[in-house]
T-cell receptor, first 112, second 116 residues
């Protein structure tokens, strides 16, 4: 089946800078997208979600952008902190799919 | 409210054995999904249960099975273990079944299974 993928396996940013993590999806029937953060030894933790009838959604220090034209999803983290260091996964579901389809993940590394 | 609880946290088995993993969802959540996570394949969907019925199943062999009880607690079983079954098995719960507008999954910390 079609899958959700991330552009980069690793992203290194300076503390205090903004981070942008990208994700491309291929399932045109996807109607719900979600970002998770996974720290070492823990399960994925919900960050933010967005439905296909929206193109932007904001949370606390995070923003998700959805571009349905090019099937692209991004997660923006403002003023990155050491605690943001983790692996970030995008996932999608839609069209009667069998559960969430996860991307491979981007490891966000925070440089002091 | 307590989160998703998975037991045991770690498990070591040998090839050919079978294993049962347990998951208690967040109180009030009726849907439980299971995922396998490996470094090579990432997170892969195993199956979803809602109201004691399996709704969806991923692309895994029949050795992988599960069930859900009337209190929404779930178990998954893997029979005739293979070395490749070594993985982190994650359970997630949600208020409703996927596709019903309640897809936000809350994950447990997982059970790390090692097959020797």
């Amino acid at each position: 089946g079609e899958s959700v993928g991330l552009h980069l396996p690793t992203l290194s940013v300076q503390e205090g800078d903004n981070s942008i993590i990208n994700c491309a999806y291929s399932n045109s029937a996807s109607d719900y997208f979600i970002w998770y953060k996974q720290e070492s030894g823990k399960g994925p933790q919900f960050i933010i979600d967005i439905r296909s009838n929206m193109d932007k959604r904001q949370g606390q220090r995070v923003t998700v952008l959805l571009n349905k034209t090019v099937k692209h999803l991004s997660l923006q983290i403002a003023a990155t902190q050491p605690g943001d260091s983790a692996v970030y996964f995008c996932a999608d579901i839609g069209g009667g799919a069998d559960g969430l389809t996860f991307g491979k993940g981007t490891h966000l590394i925070i440089q002091p | 409210k307590a989160g998703v609880t998975q037991t045991p946290r770690y498990l070591i088995k040998t090839r050919g054995q079978q294993v049962t993993l347990s998951c208690s969802p967040i109180s009030g959540h009726r849907s439980v999904s299971w995922y396998q996570q490996t470094p090579g394949q990432g997170l892969q969907f195993l199956f979803e249960y809602f109201s004691e019925t399996q709704r969806n199943k991923g692309n895994f062999p029949g050795r992988f099975s599960g069930r859900q009880f009337s209190n929404s607690r779930s178990e998954m079983n893997v029979s005739t273990l293979e070395l490749g079954d070594s993985a982190l098995y994650l359970c997630a719960s949600s208020l409703g079944a996927t596709g019903a507008g309640n897809e936000k999954l809350f994950f447990g910390s997982g059970t790390q299974l090692s097959v020797l």
